[in-house]
């Protein structure tokens, strides 16, 4: 597949290359025409973390058959790696991920590793993990998302991210502009999964960017469900609260985390029966007492 000229990526051949012949070279490294160099050494297993972003989830069979090669036979075929730039002496895994969680779990401390210069590292890593991920389609959706929100950061077309991801143009736009002016508690959320991309999309909806980092915070805490959380907006009023300004910033906020708290409290039932029963709770207003205890909640 060609990678975009516009990015400055390489084809794919260029890495097959370095994997082929960085290790005949008598210094253990390349120097390549078009400026990019590699270095192979063996670095500690236990200084290599991901690029953040570029994980994903483990086949368990086809992983165990990898434990079991390397166990036999060591690592074959080097990973990818670049200098951590935060000074640790850490390296960032750009490609490799199943054999060195291996490691990992053999208890081996070195693995063969492609050392890449950072310019390399930074028009290739996105490139390498969809050519390596995107085609086994083991992501979750909401990684998914910010690997197509960072690669068109970097540049790439909405037209060649869709056919990349085998999506409709439609659905990129829908999720850039669900990820536009993300905030990094947003992504943090959506990485670690303590809200789903459909909750998310429903936030994003319904909330202003300066306030969703509560919001966030008090609905990853509950059980509930997008098509619920949709509903229980359109039953508060929610773009009425939102539309008095940010004067009342704080009284939506209160109401929102209430509801949230009595919702999860009820039995699961039909949508509409549960917040038939959230309004018969409502009250008139929140005494002192009941500000204080959602207040500490909210910290």
């Given at each position: 597949m060609p990678a975009p000229t516009n990015l400055g990526w390489q084809n794919h051949s260029d890495v097959i290359w370095g994997l082929m012949h960085v290790a005949k070279t008598p210094n253990g490294g390349a120097d390549r025409a078009d400026g990019h160099s590699f270095r192979v050494q063996d670095v500690q297993v236990a200084r290599i973390r991901p690029e953040e972003g570029l994980d994903r989830k483990r086949d368990r069979d086809g992983h165990r058959e990898l434990q079991r090669s390397i166990e036999q036979f060591g690592v074959l075929t080097p990973i990818v790696v670049r200098l951590a730039p935060?000074?640790?002496?850490?390296?960032?895994?750009?490609?490799?991920q199943g054999r060195t969680l291996a490691c990992r779990l053999l208890g081996i401390e070195t693995i063969p590793a492609i050392i890449v210069d950072d310019s390399y590292a930074e028009n290739e890593k996105v490139q390498q993990f969809l050519v390596e991920n995107v085609a086994r389609l083991k992501m979750r959706p909401a990684?998914?998302?910010?690997?197509?929100?960072?690669?068109?950061?970097?540049?790439?077309?909405?037209?060649?991210?869709?056919?990349?991801?085998?999506?409709?143009?439609?659905?990129?736009?829908?999720?850039?502009?669900?990820?536009?002016?993300?905030?990094?508690?947003?992504?943090?959320?959506?990485?670690?999964?303590?809200?789903?991309?459909?909750?998310?999309?429903?936030?994003?909806?319904?909330?202003?960017?300066?306030?969703?980092?509560?919001?966030?915070?008090?609905?990853?805490?509950?059980?509930?469900?997008?098509?619920?959380?949709?509903?229980?907006?359109?039953?508060?009023?929610?773009?009425?609260?939102?539309?008095?300004?940010?004067?009342?910033?704080?009284?939506?906020?209160?109401?929102?985390?209430?509801?949230?708290?009595?919702?999860?409290?009820?039995?699961?039932?039909?949508?509409?029966?549960?917040?038939?029963?959230?309004?018969?709770?409502?009250p008139v207003e929140f005494e002192e007492q009941q500000r204080a205890e959602l207040s500490l909640v909210a910290r």
């Open positions: 935060d000074g640790t002496g850490d390296y960032l895994l750009i490609k490799g990684d998914r998302a910010l690997l197509i929100d960072r690669a068109r950061q970097a540049g790439e077309e909405t037209a060649a991210i869709a056919k990349r991801f085998g999506l409709a143009p439609s659905t990129v736009r829908r999720l850039l502009s669900q990820l536009d002016g993300a905030s990094s508690t947003e992504v943090a959320a959506l990485r670690t999964g303590e809200v789903n991309l459909a909750t998310h999309g429903v936030i994003v909806r319904h909330v202003v960017a300066e306030e969703r980092p509560e919001v966030l915070t008090a609905v990853s805490s509950t059980s509930i469900k997008p098509k619920e959380l949709e509903s229980l907006f359109a039953a508060l009023g929610w773009s009425k609260l939102m539309a008095l300004g940010s004067g009342f910033r704080d009284q939506r906020l209160l109401l929102l985390r209430w509801a949230l708290g009595i919702l999860d409290q009820l039995p699961q039932r039909l949508p509409a029966e549960r917040l038939h029963q959230l309004a018969l709770r409502l």
